[in-house]
């Protein structure tokens, strides 16, 4: 059974930081590509940030510069640094992993908020 568990999502103020994790089970994490989305209400499920399995990474335009993802391979974790956070980053973000892209497997999300 596959498993992704999201953890570290929590109310901050703008300018803040918060470090999502997400931990996988049932794959072998190291040969999956891993991702994490958000979803805002009333908008569509967006790509924040993306890193393969031979950790290249790639972000959205608008976290830019402001949020890094990495990986640990052993520890079969993701992690999501995210810092000087916006209001406009009030969402729920989900992990989620896939052999070519991160598309197969999904968490079940950690709430973020953002207040100015």
């Known amino acids: 059974q596959v498993q992704l568990v999201e953890s570290g999502g929590g109310s901050v103020q703008a300018g803040g930081s918060l470090r999502l994790s997400c931990v996988v089970s049932?794959?072998?994490?190291?040969?999956?590509?891993m991702g994490w989305y958000r979803q805002a209400p009333g908008k569509q499920r967006e790509l924040v940030a993306a890193?393969?399995?031979?950790?290249?990474?790639s972000y959205a335009d608008s976290v830019k510069g402001r949020f890094t993802i990495s990986r640990a391979n052993a520890r079969n974790t993701v992690y999501l640094q995210m810092n000087n956070l916006k209001p406009e980053d009030t969402a729920v973000y989900l992990c989620?992993?896939?052999?070519?892209?991160?598309?197969?497997?999904w968490g079940q999300g950690t709430e973020v908020t953002v207040s100015s």
């Open positions: 989620a992993a896939g052999f070519l892209r991160p598309t197969d497997f």
């Open positions: 049932g794959i072998i994490f190291g040969n999956n590509a």
């Open positions: 890193i393969t399995r031979s950790d290249s990474t």
